[in-house]
């Protein structure tokens, strides 16, 4: 038995907001968010919320993949930006689905929550408890950006993505690759957890009014961020690509979470692998969070830039501090 993604699905908001937009918000330029990013626009919720994001990339996975929904097993939703606390995000989508049989919840590990989710579905399906899973990214972080601070504002964007995992049958492709899942590694540093936050509310009831105001945005410190992430996601590669038997050369595509186009770079470097093996969306789409990975790998699959007997490289890196990364081949 093996374990293998069937369908992809993603849905964006309409709105797209140019860099050109944000210089009319905050002291910002064209020039300054392509050459330190990379991102040129983003798109912006003017109403969609996680929640309705989070169907539409599923009906898109479902139909993908040829199921329906009343035969999904398990949906986790991989969010930081729920519009409610209660009910979870994925109880909503099961409810918008009307996948009524499915097991339903969501867990936050912010940019790496897909992976998470990916990691989380693959051992209950491993466990023999499920047979197929839903695992969705869906973000409307605008809500959580401090639109004065140029330093984050102009990063972030809005999405989901999904993709519809099963077990099946051993089937080995026409280039002699075992079609599946071949490793998953997930690790977090809680540790450094401060210098990427976004607080809720303090601690209130009749015994206790914490003094210390919360924060109720998303506050970075960019440049710890990316020391982390140029070190770590190289170092997660290889050790997911270690515990398969492969290594950088047999990959065909790194599907990396796509923050900055510089950090993106850095990886390929330290791993020796062209940068034309790290497909990118983030000049479209900006950083959607958990959203980033499943969105970009829907849009490879639908434009048929990934082929069966692919390899390809899952990795990212988040809040938390968190990362991951999956190794697996397409079919
Ligand atoms: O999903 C995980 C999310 N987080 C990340 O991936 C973040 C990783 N880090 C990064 O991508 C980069 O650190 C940033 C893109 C956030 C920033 O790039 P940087 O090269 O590290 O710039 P910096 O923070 O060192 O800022 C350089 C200058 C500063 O001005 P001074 O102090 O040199 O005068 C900033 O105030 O750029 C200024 N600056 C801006 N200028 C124009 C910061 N943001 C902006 C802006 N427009 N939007």
Redesign the pocket.
Known sequence: MTIKISGTGSALPEKTVTNFD?EKL????DE??RE??GIAQRRISTGDTVSTLAAAACQSALEDAGVSAQDVDLILVATCSPELLLPCCACQVQSALGADRAVAFDLNA??SGFLFALNTACAYLNAGLYRNALIVGSEVLSKLIDWSD???????GDGAGAAYIERTEDRVCENGRRVGIESVVQGSDGAKGMV?SCGERAVANPFIRQEEAVWPYVR?D??E??KF?TRQVPRCIQEALEMAGRTAEDVDLFVL?Q??V??IEAVAKRLKADISRFPMNLSRVG?M?SA?IPVLLDELNRGGRIKKGDRIVLS????GLTYGASVMVWG
Do not use: D, K, P
């Open positions: 944000m905050v002291e910002t330029s300054w968010i330190r990013t912010a940019c140029r330093s984050t504002c102009v990063l972030f990427l970075m960019g440049q961020v990316y992430a979470h923050a900055n510089r950090i950083n969070s980033t990212g890196f988040g809040a």
